[in-house]
């Protein structure tokens, strides 16, 4: 995986954390027992820094003969995490640390079976395993709840990381290789083939990611930021096996490492494992990987990109990108980057912010451009500001509108509110748990202690709370003089503006002819056989059975056989409508939300249900506008949100659920305005201001457009149910490729008007108590006063006067407890349609691309059938097994596999995939090779692993009775799953596999997304859309 980890953006996604008040925090009181000098296992302790804000002691040290450096975070949490991380500054585009970060993970000293990372996946019950290149680093992480699992995976990754056997053939599976089309047919001819140099393909398919790429080359010109790390698909054949040993041998050295460990788990024995199986092998190098400064330019600079069509750009005359991009201080800088990290949030985010007013409401683009605000991921941070979607000849005025927006507020500064409310959302953001808290705290640190900043210092957020009130009280044009320094004052600031090729891809293409030309005309007969004669060697390895018994692993008996409760009540509000409660250790946060279904709603409204929701929050409601409102939502909550849910029974396939979750959080404090705030927008929302609607709209529509290339597969899939369920077509219209055109089509409409119209309909269908349940998690001496509020909001709520009739004349009650003895029963009216035939349907939807997504859906059963456990555990056990070699390996897409749905729909997929009706063959093949039974019981006993670390990943206190108010899934039902999985066994794989998989058996739907295929056109039993 290739990324350029963002400083985690105080704004958006924030790093959370957990007190369990009433437990005792063991792991913290341990850590503090140790001092400035101890010696451990070959370390030596340098610091001890309790951070009481954030309920953790920081522990920093450093290995004596390696100099490898260290730091453990204790905190009294069970979802233990390790990283490490290397500094990778590479001086190309070749992309040879992300292909080093694929090849290390094929096998090493201790552990030469082929690809143990992904085996391992299926040994351990691990929450998290994954390894990203950066644009100066890599890093390695995991977490899991198992202390023996921990262990495990840590001896795995040491290995991986510091004694790869970075065989030639990985590199050539991984990274890139010649290889004759079909590799048994010399006669064929010869092409690119590689994971890395695929998947960088599908990367630059992505404009935004062209966007980025380029702002960070041109900003930082001098040295490493300069190239691509993840690799340029044309300079990625330019890298040989012996640069990449050589670039692993200078890089993955401990001199050049930072360990990073999390959690309840005694740090002692991390230290004793890391020093004896890698550490003392080592002695201290000068790694000399430090990035230096950035030169300041004199003068600003410009810069011009072509990137590929946007086939779903609202206004295909309206496609330019224009950004302005300053660079700023060291990151290492922690209490400045604090500051303009705060700054930029003021500047750029929601709607009463400075740009946001000028740039969004101008209508001159649909969003601002890719990495707008603060970026922390380099060794200098940069802010860019810019719009995309917009004409040619606007790109002068949102540049002078930039300028004139950053003079206005040197003048006229920051309404003190907004201050406020920014910092107060930096306290519930704290507050706010989340379940992979020491994954966000490895990301949050992994930029700045890169470069040698101090990562407990960036972690002890309350001191920089309160150091900048203080330079605000002490100097009140504190923030303005940071804008004229920075923005006004800055020579070093690049304008770069990006332009769709029509041609672009086939340039795109008749380069890469190009440079495989090159390639193939300087072989000689030799070097050819040998082509010919690696391609079958790496053919029969990938075919070759796969022993992988020299890699630890958990049994499925270390699994706990029974699912622990949670407690939850049912009290009816204003005596008719159910709330569950849930008490947790919220930290001082009341999570609320409310489920309202839509089965009165007339079924020409239904498409637009989606954008109801992504407006509803943000119009205006009662006596506030639209930019009171925002204000109001930020001082008094942290985030308030609808958003369109199909939910699937869990014993009909014909049955679901649909309905509106609204969600919402806030501190204890803030509930009663919370509350009223909802009741403002049930009772009073404002569907008026025509023009707001629009830039809310085209916002929207490209969100939409410019997820497809991350979200392919996930399309691809949706298409392909569509016609199996009575779910499936509503999914399609919420959440599929419709709803992508639909938007386009809105966003491209002049008068919007009807649209506009059909808002306060859909309100008066959805937001009224008729049909609603909510539900509250709060802590324990919360719940009384949240059950008033809840009460006041219910009553303030009107009834529709006429009992509304549902559209749909099947509309089944079911209770969510079957047999509940105390306490009020909760309720829901699902949608069935007895008449509904499944039916086949192929689409191919012809995209740019030059990968493809693909998808294809298998009817099954529904969640309490016992054949769905078997097709759970099937799904993994040919992902692992079987579709992984073939797409993955073999094929040369990026991903690919088989997973059931919850709705019942047996999906298989691929995603950035140079091929598709080959994939559409090995999703055949991986049936028939289900049927044929030559599986292991340990296979069995592996996909059973990782379907329990999906099932018992960690839910968090927010997140908790979810399954039972949304699903209706009870803890009788769960449990009963659960013994189901325990007891799948060799001959029920083989017999649902027969029984629903097998062509002609059940109904299928495929779909593919990408470009135009020879293949596909000449079959008439395709939809070409
Ligand atoms: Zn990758």
Redesign the pocket.
């Known amino acids: ?2 990324s350029r980890w963002k400083l985690l953006n105080l704004s958006r996604r924030f790093v959370n954390y957990k007190p369990w008040r009433w437990r005792s925090n063991a792991a913290c009181d341990r850590a503090l027992e140790y001092k400035v000098g101890d010696k451990i296992h070959g370390f030596t302790v340098s610091q001890v820094t309790p951070i009481p804000d954030l309920f953790l002691v920081a522990v920093k040290l450093g290995h004596d003969s390696t100099g490898a450096k260290y730091l453990h975070v204790a905190r009294e949490d069970a979802n233990n995490l390790f990283s490490v991380q290397f500094r990778t500054t590479p001086m190309d585009s070749t992309g040879v640390p ?1 292909i080093l ?2 090849t290390v993970l094929c096998g090493s000293q201790k552990y030469p079976c082929r690809d143990p990372f992904f085996k391992m996946l299926n040994r351990s019950l691990a929450t998290f395993m994954n390894a990203f ?1 950066a644009s100066d680093y890599t890093l390695y992480p995991f977490s899991t709840q198992n202390s023996k699992d921990f262990q495990n995976l840590l001896s795995v990754y040491l290995d991986a990381v510091f004694f790869p056997c970075l065989r030639e053939l990985d590199f050539w599976q991984e990274g890139w290789r010649l290889e004759h089309e079909n590799p048994s047919d010399p006669q064929t001819s010869l092409i690119f083939k590689g ?2 140099f695929n ?1 960088m393909k599908g990367v630059f398919t992505d404009n935004e990611r062209i966007f980025s790429q380029s702002l960070q080359n041109q900003l930082l010109p001098d040295h490493t930021y300069s190239v691509v790390s ?1 690799g340029n698909p044309l300079d990625i054949p330019d890298l040989s096996w012996e640069q990449l040993k050589q670039f692993h041998a200078t890089h993955y050295h401990p001199s050049n490492a930072r360990f990073f460990t999390y959690g309840n788990l005694p740090l002692e024995q991390h230290l004793r494992q890391i020093h004896e199986e890698a550490l003392n092998k080592f002695q201290k190098i000068e790694p000399n990987t430090a990035v230096p400064a950035q030169k300041l330019w004199e003068r600003p600079r410009e810069y011009h990109v072509m990137c590929g069509p946007d086939k779903f750009a609202t206004d295909p005359t309206k496609q330019t990108t224009i950004g302005v991009s300053f660079l700023l201080p060291d990151i290492t800088d922690i209490f400045e980057s604090f500051t303009l990290n705060l700054l930029s949030s003021l500047l750029i985010d929601g709607p009463n912010s400075p740009f946001y007013k000028a740039l969004i409401e101008s209508g001159l683009g649909t969003d601002f451009s890719p990495d707008v605000g603060y970026n922390g991921c380099t060794r200098e941070a940069f802010f860019s500001v810019g719009l995309q979607g917009i004409a040619d000849k606007h790109v002068e005025t949102v540049k002078q509108i930039i300028t004139k927006t950053i003079d206005d507020v040197i003048e006229k500064g920051f309404e003190d509110d907004r201050v406020e409310a920014l910092l107060q959302k930096i306290e519930i953001q704290m507050k706010h748990q989340s379940t992979s808290f020491g994954l966000a705290l490895s990301s949050y640190i992994a930029s700045c202690w890169n470069h040698e900043g101090d990562p407990i210092e960036l972690l002890n957020l309350g001191n920089q709370v309160t150091h900048f009130r203080k330079c605000l009280k002490e100097n009140p044009n504190f923030l303005q003089e940071k804008v004229k320094q920075y923005f006004k004052n800055n020579q070093h600031r690049l304008t770069l503006s990006m332009n769709p090729d029509e041609k672009y891809y086939e340039k795109q293409v008749q380069m890469e002819t190009e440079k495989l030309k090159q390639k193939v005309d300087s072989l000689s007969m030799t070097e050819k056989l040998h082509i010919y004669e690696k391609g079958l060697e790496l053919q029969d390895l990938q075919s070759k059975p796969q022993d992988a018994t020299c890699l630890p692993a958990l049994k499925v008996s270390d699994i706990e056989p029974t699912i622990s409760h949670t407690e939850l009540d049912t009290a009816l509000a204003a005596g008719e409508i159910p709330v569950q409660y849930c008490a947790q250790p919220t930290n001082g946060v009341v999570y609320f939300r409310a489920f309202s279904n839509l089965n009165t709603l007339p079924e020409e409204l239904r498409p637009y249900v989606p954008l109801f929701c992504s407006v509803l929050t943000k119009m205006g409601c009662g006596i506030y506008d639209y930019r009171e409102q925002a204000q109001q939502i930020e001082l008094k909550t942290g985030g308030m949100s609808a958003s369109p849910h199909v939910i699937p029974d869990d014993s009909d396939l014909d049955m679901y659920e649909q309905g509106v979750l609204f969600s919402s959080l806030c501190l204890d404090r803030n509930l009663s305005d919370m509350m009223h705030l909802w009741s403002e927008i049930f009772n009073n929302p404002h569907f008026e201001d025509e023009e707001y609607f629009k830039v809310l709209v085209k916002m929207s529509a490209q969100e939409l457009s410019n997820g497809i290339p991350n979200s392919g597969h996930l399309y691809a899939s949706v298409r392909a149910s569509r016609t199996l369920s009575p779910a499936g077509d509503l999914l399609e219209t919420f959440n599929g490729m419709d709803q992508v055109r639909l938007m386009k089509r809105v966003a491209e409409m002049s008068d919007i008007k009807p649209i506009l119209r059909k808002l306060p309909r859909i309100k008066k269908h959805l937001l009224n108590c008729d049909n609603m349940r909510c539900s509250v998690n709060a802590a324990p001496q919360q719940i009384s006063q949240a059950g008033k509020e809840v009460e006041n909001f219910i009553k303030s709520l009107g009834r529709s006067k006429k009992e509304r009739k549902s559209v749909r004349p099947h509309v089944i009650e079911k209770p969510v407890d079957g047999n509940l003895l105390n306490g009020p029963q909760m309720t829901r009216k699902l949608i069935t349609d007895p008449t509904f035939k499944p039916c086949q349907m192929k689409t191919h939807f012809i995209l740019p691309f030059p990968v493809n997504y693909v998808g294809e859906g298998v009817r099954t059963v529904p969640y309490t059938h016992p054949d769905y456990a078997r097709l759970k555990i099937l799904a993994h056990l040919m992902t692992a097994k079987f579709l992984h070699t073939e797409i993955r390996e073999k094929g040369g897409a ?1 991903g690919g596999g088989a997973k059931l749905s919850s709705n019942g729909i047996f999906t298989f997929y691929s995603y950035r995939d140079p091929n598709s009706i080959q994939t559409l063959q090995s999703f055949e093949k991986a049936v028939n090779w289900a049927k044929s039974g030559k599986f292991t019981e340990t296979d069995i006993e592996e996909a059973k692993l990782s379907v329990f670390s999906v099932v018992d990943a960690p839910v968090a206190p927010s997140d908790k009775g979810m399954d039972r108010f949304l699903h209706g899934l009870s803890h009788e039902m769960k449990q009963a799953h659960r013994e189901q999985l325990f007891g799948v066994n060799h001959e029920q794989l083989i017999s649902v596999s027969n029984k629903y998989l097998r062509i002609g058996q059940s109904t299928r739907g495929l779909a593919i997304l990408g470009p135009e295929n020879m293949n596909i056109d000449k079959d008439p039993s395709w939809v070409i859309r």
């Open positions: 995986m290739w992300h970060e694929h290149t994971v890395v998947e993840g990026y």
